[in-house]
């Protein structure tokens, strides 16, 4: 049934939530409404239900914060899409080994087997080692672990050596969601030598 439809037709109350930077699957028609596309849920709820006589409150900031990530992630993934407003970190948790970190791909192993992270790729294609947890990045939505390992695409270490590169909007979304979805720590695998603010560079003797 047509969302809209269903709304109107309910005489109790709704409360939906989401967060438009985590749009990895499209579960709607999506070419009738391909103008709310790349997370435009805002536009939709305006245009859609209030235009249509519906009671709607929209609220961006009750729910913004995290209760999941340390202020570490927080501050690495806050910069995916700076048109949000950023998260603050709800929590205080802390570990022996805390933020965000590049790892080079000869220390993969050594960093598996120390952390245990969730392994985090963008397709299967990714061959990546099957003895540690590994899911694709729109199946880890939704997922808290204390600890991750990402494999990049090449776009995505792109945005890391240039934060002003052309990212899609797909792309974004799963870095954020892959950067959100650990407690601890996130690790990034890089073979460059790059600097980026809020990232470490992990060595075998971290």
Known sequence: MDIIKMLMQSQSKIIMVGDPRQVTYYTHFSRKYSKYKNGNIVDFI???CINKKLDCIIDEITLKDSWRN???ICDVSNRVFLNYLPNVSLHKEVSSHDGVFFVKSNDIEHYLEKYKPLQLRDTRRKKVNENYPVLNFGESKGKTVKRALI???KPILSWFEDHTSN????????LYVALTRAIHSVAIVCDKDISVEGISNYYRSN
């Open 167 to 174: 990212l899609a909007f797909s792309s974004r979304c799963k």
């Open 151 to 153: 494999y990049p695409t």
């Open 46 to 48: 305006k245009k859609e």
């Open 70 to 72: 340390n202020q570490l």
